[in-house]
């Protein structure tokens, strides 16, 4: 395999892992698991590559330099190593952190870190490969060749793990490992960008629903969880599924999104909903999801403890776990798309 294409196949696999990680990092839905299959393979399908482009690298060190920056190469190569096996020993090893960052976290900051390496090296050695070898039907085949490899070594990964069995054998699709379901609050507290807010006072505390025209009406805690409006107090089962790495089945009690809606008259041709924090964060809804999301007071029979999200948390099941909202003070109703937001909170 010429070197510039072993560079350009590197970049297209690691390309393809970064595109299916972050599918996978903002869904938390089962019918999207092909994409965080095929994000594994990517992955084997790299170590495959790596062999060679390691093995080239120490070759080149014996010559001349030229002027090209091989030594990137090293670089570059180790880097990805040490990701990738993070992402491995991960899924083998069950839940584990360092210094309170879990392993997956390490996993993604790795990736994300790499990409701008890759793409500098890939281009400092093929700034002037010529199109002509795109054509080449050796390479396709190589290229074919590494996915396969990529899929039997996930294949037999797979099956090693739920067979032997591993303490990876229970991680979500997400990659994700449980912890502490069914325990009420005694699941793992977390943030997406570590919100400390005071513990609000209870008493004191009021939900606002603002409509499309800026009327608005405020509840109590109390109105919420003894239908104030006439609404009724309600207990689901949803797994909430935290982007570092771990997912708790809980049972929620608390109010349905559409019923509180309906009852307190506002708007519901509204496109989208903006769920606001008392920390001033906040993701919007479309509305056909309102029947699907509940405003929860409880978890596992039990109030919510501050670092949950007390005394209001949103529970949206099939969403990764900053959906989520914590500290929930406003409830706000636009005609402006769901998808008018970041991917990926930004505040």
Not at 133 to 143: G, M, P
Request: glycine content about 10%; charged content about 20%.
């Amino acid at each position: 395999m010429r070197h510039k294409w072993v560079n350009l196949i590197l970049l297209a696999l690691v390309a393809g892992e970064f595109v299916t990680g972050a599918v996978g990092l903002m869904s938390g839905n089962a019918r999207n698991e092909i994409v965080l299959q095929i994000h594994s393979v990517l992955g084997y399908s790299i170590i495959a590559v790596l062999g060679w482009k390691t093995v080239l690298a120490l070759r080149s060190l014996k010559r001349p330099s030229r002027g090209r920056p091989r030594n990137v190469a090293i670089i570059v190569s180790v880097l990805l190593l040490m990701t990738l096996s993070i992402g491995v020993v991960w899924s083998t090893g069950g839940f584990w952190s360092v210094e309170g960052v879990t392993g997956m976290s390490l996993h993604i900051y790795g990736g994300a870190a790499i990409m701008p390496f890759i793409a500098w090296h890939a281009w400092a050695y093929t700034a002037r490969f010529r199109v002509g070898y795109s054509a080449e039907r050796r390479e396709v085949l190589r290229f074919s060749s590494v996915l396969a490899a990529g899929t039997a070594a996930w294949v037999v990964s797979e099956n090693a793990i739920r067979a032997i069995p591993t303490l990876g054998a229970d991680r979500r699709f997400t990659g994700s490992h449980e912890r502490r379901s069914y325990e009420g609050n005694r699941f793992p507290t977390t943030s997406w960008l570590n919100d400390k807010p005071v513990e609000i006072d209870t008493a004191r505390y009021r939900l606002k629903i603002t409509d499309t025209d800026g009327a608005s009406t405020s509840l109590t805690l109390l109105d919420l969880e003894n239908g104030g409006l006439g609404t009724g107090f309600s207990e689901i089962e949803a797994t909430l599924d935290c982007t570092g790495g771990w997912y708790s089945h809980q049972f929620w009690s608390g109010v349905n999104l559409l019923e509180l809606l309906e009852a307190a008259g506002m708007n519901l041709e509204a496109q989208s909903c903006i769920v606001h924090s008392v920390t001033g964060y906040t993701r919007r809804y479309a509305s056909s999801e309102f029947e699907n999301l509940m405003l929860a007071t409880r978890v596992g029979n039990e109030p919510l403890w501050h670092g949950h999200g007390a005394p209001v948390r949103l529970v949206a099941p099939g969403r990764r776990g900053y959906d989520w909202v914590k500290w929930v003070d406003e409830i706000r109703l636009t005609d402006s798309p769901h998808w008018w937001q970041p991917w990926l909170p930004l505040q």
